[in-house]
Every structure is written in C-alpha cells, then in structure tokens.
C-alpha cells in the first residue's frame, strides 16, 4: 500500500478567554500563537477555577493545517494516522475535530475569532471517546470516512483542532474546579509531527496481449481484481 507521509505547514495555539459563565469562555478567543516554537505545557486545556464564590472557565485548542496539494490522490483513502509529541502535562482525554481555521485553506494565519466559529464538533476525526494523552508520541487513528468527506470538498488541505474531550467536546461545564492540561511539543513541529495517508496499490498493467482491462474485467476467465500479479507484476 503506498504510503504518504505529510508534516504541517501551519499550526496555532488559541486561548480563549477567562469567564465566570462558561459558554462565553467556549465560544470566545482571547489570544494567539502561530507557529509557536517553545513547548508548552497547556496546549490543549479545559480549567474551571476557583474564585470569589464562583468558578472561572478557561480553554485552550491546537489548531493544524497541512497542505495535500502535492499529494497522490486520496479520493479512495485506506486509513489515516497523525502523531505528535506530548509535552510534561497529561491529565484528561483528547479529541481532534475538523476545523476551517487558516482562512480554510491556509491562506492566513489562524484567528482568534476562529477559536470556536471554524470548529465542527459534529464531524470528529478521531474516536468520539477520546483519547488519554501522553507526554511521549500520541498517535491517532483518523476516521477515514469523515476525513474524505473532507477532502471531497477540499483535496488540498486538511485542517483540524485538538481539543479537550471531557468537557469542550461535550459542551459540559465542570461543576467543581478541575485543571485539564496537556501539553504539546511545539519545537520539533516541523518534522516531529505526521499525517500518514495510505492509499491502496494500483497495478502497473492496463492490458494483457491487447485486450484492456475494461474491456471484459478478466483473464482466462478470472476477474483482474482478483488477480495479484503477473509474471511478477503488479
């Protein structure tokens, strides 16, 4: 199976802002990082804190672009994966879930106001449960039929977010004070994170002695989908 592997162009770390009341702190960005390059140990984040009688809201989300516009065709993808590194903090679950951010297309740099409006939490690209982070490699399996539902609309880029699980995705505002923090590796981003898109093998032969294979789809009676190789070819 031919195998694409794709580092991103872009990516950005959007804080939101500080709320008594949570839907305002979901909802709204405060400030932003493009391309960091120092580590950061609350890269992704959900924190309700104590204050003056009432709790104060908090998120962070990491935001992706990877340009695709060199790559083979992936109109019939077989899976997807994307790695990073993990940096001191992992307390909660995470999710990654598509996003418009970078314009849609990578031709700006990510927003603030793009913190919540360019998320899709109804198409999620990773397991609906989450997935524990780590400080080492976290790997994810992608949801390959939601993520060519993305490129049948965009088959130049691939634009995501993580996000906290517990309680961004879910729309679910703690209750008591809680701190979920995990961090990102953000120095190695430009080799250190990947996107691995397989492809199914294609075969070099179009005919045999002249007949094409769309002409009867068989050989000697046998389907050529059903055949792996002749005389040593694919």
């Known amino acids: 199976m031919p195998t694409t592997v794709v580092n991103p162009s872009k990516w950005a770390s959007i804080a939101s802002v500080g709320s008594g009341t949570y839907s305002t702190a979901r909802q709204t960005g405060f400030s932003v990082s493009n391309n960091p390059s120092g580590d950061s140990n609350t890269a992704i984040r959900y924190a309700a804190a104590s204050g003056r009688g009432s709790l104060t809201h908090a998120f962070n989300r990491t935001f992706y672009y990877f340009d695709l516009s060199s790559t083979p065709d992936l109109t019939n993808l077989t899976s997807a994966s994307l790695s990073l590194n993990?940096?001191?903090?992992?307390?909660?679950?995470?999710?990654?879930?598509?996003?418009?951010?970078?314009?849609?297309?990578?031709?700006?740099?990510?927003?603030?106001?793009?913190?919540?409006?360019?998320?899709?939490?109804?198409?999620?690209?990773s397991a609906t449960t989450g997935q524990d982070w780590s400080t080492?490699?976290?790997?994810?399996?992608?949801?390959?039929?939601?993520?060519?539902?993305?490129?049948?609309?965009?088959?130049?880029?691939?634009?995501?977010?993580?996000?906290?699980?517990?309680?961004?995705?879910?729309?679910?505002?703690?209750?008591?004070?809680?701190?979920?923090?995990?961090?990102?590796?953000?120095?190695?981003?430009?080799?250190?994170?990947?996107?691995t898109l397989i492809t199914p093998a294609t075969?070099?032969?179009?005919?045999?002695?002249?007949?094409a294979y769309n002409t009867n789809n068989r050989f000697n009676g046998v389907l050529f989908s059903d055949i792996g190789k002749i005389n040593g070819v694919e």
């Open 86 to 125: 993990g940096y001191v903090n992992a307390n909660a679950r995470v999710i990654i879930v598509s996003s418009s951010a970078f314009g849609g297309d990578g031709s700006s740099n990510a927003t603030t106001g793009e913190f919540f409006t360019s998320l899709d939490y109804n198409q999620p690209y």
């Open 136 to 195: 080492g490699t976290n790997t994810f399996e992608l949801d390959t039929s939601h993520v060519l539902t993305y490129l049948k609309s965009n088959p130049d880029a691939f634009i995501f977010a993580l996000i906290d699980r517990t309680n961004d995705y879910t729309n679910t505002a703690s209750t008591v004070a809680v701190a979920n923090n995990e961090g990102i590796k953000f120095s190695d981003h430009a080799s250190g994170v990947e996107l």
């Open 203 to 211: 075969s070099d032969i179009d005919n045999i002695n002249g007949v």
